[in-house]
């Protein structure tokens, strides 16, 4: 409780402080302090969360194309109100030879670079910025980093689950929908990969999510921070997206919340702890991801038993499966319908590709 | 019904309170203006809530009478089951700053003071369910809409005469009453605290524009108890039923579990459905014509 209230006591500092500054400089965005290192830089399109330390700058999603330079200029104001409160080292020894002076000058220093840029999903809002933010970043190499390849110093690396670059590009000879500047750098095709490194501080593992808001998408676990970015999968400003087409399904929905609770510890009664930040609206933590959670799951099982009934999906709409909840979380931008539509079409059984009969002489009798 | 009564008595109190407030608790000591730390009278101590006002402990499941709550309020509690309680993640929940007074529950209440200036910079409300509610009173403004919401909500507090005037926003979403009757993470909770001697009024205004179609104006008394000392409220959470991970336990729409607990009520007490139903209308003396005219057994649908 003591944190929770730290934390957003800290936040109406930042918005009614010198973080205020900071909105204005940003135009439409917002930055808050979410917990450690990590930071939610608001109004961009979808959420971003960033770290920012000593090691640099990593963005999990890049927000809309639009917002990209607000976005920028937002996270060198936040470098450099950081560097700002930062206090000198403390010396209790050695003042006959070296003073702590020239230390406290240091937040004039130019700031660490972005490093990073993590994508929960190939969404535009969520990749838009990913071309000029990785341009504005750097990729230390040497080692075995990227030795033989002359442009890959040139800006900050972009991870994601491989069907996010499946999604961005395209095969060679046709037009894909994103430039390549934009595309991922490292991708992954396991159940999860880890940043080679602590960054910030922090251990940062990238989960996958499968078909569940898209087949592509990833949550983001700082494990010093103890801070869950989860991308489109969690949103609280409406219903979960839930794009069918590009293989999502209600059910990978559910499981995906169902497995970022498995990492959620509480700080007190399911409230701070693993602060968690959506793809869209405000932070939240184990106690609002479980509502949503049960939420998801009783309107899926509704779903789920009108289907097994031989509803249509117009009698499923008719029906008005998710009527409790929609005055919170149906928008006109994500009405209940569509959202009950794509939950309804992801729980239909799937039509079986017809197949070549097979000769009756060559069946197994 | 019970409602309609702390309606009542908000309107008296307030209208009492402001009576007979003193110009000077609305400015500090050298009259320089208003003053949020300086002002009203000392609230800190032990209260103990007096039960004789309304019985707020034992719910009843399907009791809606005096909530003015919508169709979609309704239909959530009709797929509302209480083994839902035994879930990991809700087994150790606290009540919220909406409704932690209904408890019912002792309450601690306490003081910071700037150690300069002397004046009082919080309050801290305090229950036996452990949520610390901090109100401010330096003037600092709520967070911002994308800060994260607690179960004790974000507090701030201002005199109007010797009543202190609370203002509560980013409250979890949570139970308004404990039979599936919920609030959302929208609402807005206006309280007002008045200390009449021993005596301690804690009145609750209630706004959710997403399931209540008016306020929710509830009162809880309490008297003041030297002896007493809130025990400790410790909750582990425990493996209470061996269910498939997943699992959410509710009622299915159109099951005979969906209606049975409000046909039940209804039965025991002989209210009409379309009385229980009837949202924010229980809340008004007219509705009481309609319970008396309603045949025995018309709880029935």
């Known amino acids: 409780m003591r944190r929770m209230l730290l934390i957003v006591f800290a936040a109406a500092l930042l918005t009614a402080g ?93 700031p660490k670079p972005i490093r990073y840029i993590i994508n929960t999903t190939a969404d535009a809002d969520h990749v838009g910025g990913n071309e000029k933010v990785a341009n504005a970043g750097k990729t230390f190499t040497g080692g075995n980093v990227a030795g033989d390849i002359a442009d890959a110093g040139q800006g900050a690396a972009v991870i994601a689950y491989e069907n996010v670059l499946t999604r961005m590009s395209a095969p060679t000879g046709e037009q894909s929908p994103t430039p390549s500047g934009a595309w991922p750098t490292d991708t992954f095709f396991q159940e999860s990969m880890k940043v080679s490194h602590f960054f910030n501080g922090d251990g940062v593992q990238i989960i996958h999510i499968p078909s569940a808001h898209t087949d592509g998408d990833s949550i983001v676990y700082f494990r010093h921070s103890d801070v869950i970015a989860t991308g489109d999968i969690f949103d609280m400003t409406h219903y979960p997206v839930i794009d069918v087409d590009k293989g999502g399904s209600i059910k990978g929905i559910v499981d995906g919340l169902n497995r970022v609770l498995d990492l959620v510890i509480p700080e007190f009664r399911m409230e701070g702890g693993t602060m968690i930040v959506p793809g869209h609206g405000r932070i939240g933590d184990g106690g609002d991801l479980a509502y949503y959670r049960d939420m998801i799951t009783i309107i899926r099982d509704r779903v789920e038993d009108m289907v097994k009934k031989g509803m249509t999906l117009d009698q499923v709409k008719a029906a008005k499966p998710t009527a409790d909840y929609d005055p919170r979380w149906a928008t006109k931008a994500y009405t209940a319908d569509m959202f009950v539509e794509a939950a309804y079409k992801s729980l239909v059984p799937k ?14 009798k | 019904m019970r409602q309609m009564t702390a309606a009542a008595v908000l309107a008296v109190t307030l209208a009492a309170t402001l009576a007979r407030a003193p110009a000077r608790a609305q400015q ?13 009278v000392d609230l800190s101590g032990e209260w103990t809530p007096v039960r004789a006002e309304d ?66 910079t919080a309050w801290h409300m305090e229950w036996l369910r452990s949520i610390d509610k901090a109100i401010y009173m330096d003037g600092r403004p709520h967070p911002s809409a994308n800060a994260p919401h607690t179960w004790g909500g974000y507090s701030t507090g201002e005199w109007i005469g010797d009543m202190l005037k609370i203002t509560t926003t980013h409250v979890k979403e949570e139970y308004l009453k404990r039979d599936g009757v919920f609030h959302s993470d929208q609402i ?26 008016e306020p929710l104006v509830r009162s809880t008394e309490y008297q003041i108890d030297t002896h007493q000392n809130i025990s400790p409220y410790p909750c582990n959470v425990v493996e209470e039923v061996d269910r498939p991970k997943g699992i959410v336990p509710h009622n299915m729409p159109g099951t005979p579990e969906y209606t049975n607990d409000v046909k039940d009520f209804a039965n025991r007490y002989h209210i009409p459905w379309d009385v229980i139903t009837a949202g924010a209308a229980t809340m008004y003396p007219e509705i009481q014509a309609r319970v008396k005219a309603a045949p025995a057994g018309n709880g029935k649908r």
């Open chain 1, 351 to 364: 039509k079986p590709a017809p197949t070549k009969s097979t000769p009756a002489s060559t069946t197994k």
């Open chain 2, 28 to 40: 500090d000591p050298e009259g320089a203006g208003p003053s949020f730390g300086f002002g009203g």
């Open chain 1, 18 to 110: 010198p973080g205020a500054q900071q909105t204005r400089d940003g135009g439409d965005l917002e930055v808050l302090p979410v917990h450690g290192s990590i930071y939610l830089v608001a109004g961009a399109g979808g959420n971003i969360a960033v770290s920012v330390g000593k090691d640099g700058v990593l963005l999990v999603d890049s927000g809309a194309a639009p917002m990209t330079d607000k976005v920028l200029a937002a996270i060198r104001q936040l470098q450099k109100e950081l560097a700002q409160r930062e206090q000198p080292p403390e010396l209790r020894f050695g003042a006959e030879t070296r003073g702590t002076l020239q230390a406290s000058l240091n937040y004039i220093a130019p």
């Open chain 2, 188 to 213: 807005t909770v206006t309280s007002y605290l008045i200390r009449r001697g021993n005596y301690l009024t804690f009145i609750l205004v209630e706004n959710d524009p997403v399931y209540l179609t």
């Open chain 2, 55 to 120: 019985n707020t402990g034992n719910t009843e499941l399907g009791d809606w009478v005096g909530i003015p709550m919508n169709e979609a309020a309704r239909l959530r509690a009709m797929a509302w089951v209480a083994s839902i309680q035994t879930l990991p993640e809700w087994q150790c929940r606290p009540h919220a700053a909406s409704y932690i007074s209904r408890g019912p529950s002792q309450l601690r209440i306490s003081k910071e003071v700037d150690p300069t200036s002397r004046e009082t």
